[in-house]
């Protein structure tokens, strides 16, 4: 009995190890999004790149799919990409047009908190010591990474980065919450066209006609579509299928490290020891909070042998 319980044990510490690795493969490809695009993609048109992202993104998963939503899946799906996809990506827009990217990633980094809250209300996930733990330490973490705020910081900017902050990690929550076995690529590709359908309608509005992209430029949009858009949203929505809200949220800090570290291999900006201790910090918090208590799994009781029959009873009866 206590071989199988180890057993048991060790498989479902080895499934959460495979979807921590799958779901940090997202904040990964996110991170590495910021220098394909500061290098590759046209600087003029942010929406239209938005835009560009998530609708071919959705349109290729659509087709792996093969299937369209049905019943309470339309709107949900409606209410998903709003969220994840086409409002997040407009805010994030604004916000970094209005703020310094140190003010606007130190608002994002708190991710791990509000997922926690949104899990509390929504999933009955109870945040933990160690989870919160290791989440203020990923948040220290990344104001160590980004440094010192510098530039003018504009309140519409700040309540741009906040409103971004909260809605994401509510459609992320709630992308939880409505998990009901449907097909993993089928509810991303639906996020993504109906967020990038939203995200094509604004961009027509106000930018006009879509850029005019040279062989380098349609590199990055095939990176930022396929790599960071399409596969690092099937591995975040898979962790959000598999793991509790707030240790995604930790893994995600991976997203602002990646930017970080290829920021100063490519792009060849500044490496500071205090970004190193950020670093630390970081994955020091995503250690924490894969560590979770193990589950406790029900000890069913040793079967108790039959008595033996009395067959000394039974012939003194004849």
């Known amino acids: 009995m206590h071989g199988n319980i180890s057993s048991s044990e060790g498989i479902i510490a080895s499934v959460e190890a495979k979807w921590l690795v799958i779901t940090a493969v997202a904040p990964i490809a996110w991170g590495a999004n910021y220098v394909v695009t500061r290098q590759l993609l046209p600087v003029d048109a942010p929406l239209w790149g938005s835009a560009i992202r998530a609708l071919p993104a959705g ?46 990633a130190s608002v994002m980094a708190l991710a791990p908190l509000t997922m926690a809250g949104f899990a509390w209300l929504w999933v009955a996930e109870m945040p933990t010591g160690r989870v919160l733990g290791g989440a203020l330490a990923g948040i220290v973490g990344v104001l160590l990474l ?83 858009t399409a596969l690092a949203n099937l591995c975040w929505f898979g962790g959000l299928t ?38 630390a910090l970081v994955l020091a918090g995503i250690l924490a909070t894969s560590q979770a208590p ?12 039959l008595p033996a029959p009395d067959h000394e009873g039974v012939l003194a009866a004849a």
């Open 59 to 104: 349109l290729v998963l659509l087709a792996v799919a093969r299937v369209l939503p049905r019943g309470v899946w339309w709107w949900r799906s409606a209410v998903l990409g709003t969220l994840n996809v086409g409002a997040f990506f407009l805010l994030v827009y604004v916000a970094a047009q209005l703020l310094p990217s140190s003010v606007a």
């Open 146 to 228: 980004v440094g010192g705020a510098t530039g003018t910081i504009d309140p519409a900017g700040v309540a741009a980065s906040a409103a971004a902050l909260v809605l994401s990690s509510a459609g992320a929550v709630l992308s939880k919450r409505w998990s009901d076995g449907t097909s993993l690529v089928a509810l991303t590709a639906w996020q993504l066209v109906l967020g990038g359908l939203v995200l094509l309608a604004v961009a027509v509005a106000v930018e006009g006609p879509p850029p005019v992209v040279d062989a380098s430029g349609a590199a990055g949009f095939a990176f930022t579509t396929l790599v960071a």
């Open 242 to 279: 598999h793991l509790r809200a707030a240790a995604v949220g930790v893994i995600g800090l991976l997203n602002p490290v990646t930017g970080v570290l290829l920021g100063a291999l490519v792009a060849h900006e500044t490496f500071t020891v205090e970004q190193v201790a950020g670093i």
């Open 294 to 305: 193990k589950r406790r799994i029900p000890v069913q009781p040793e079967p108790q042998p």
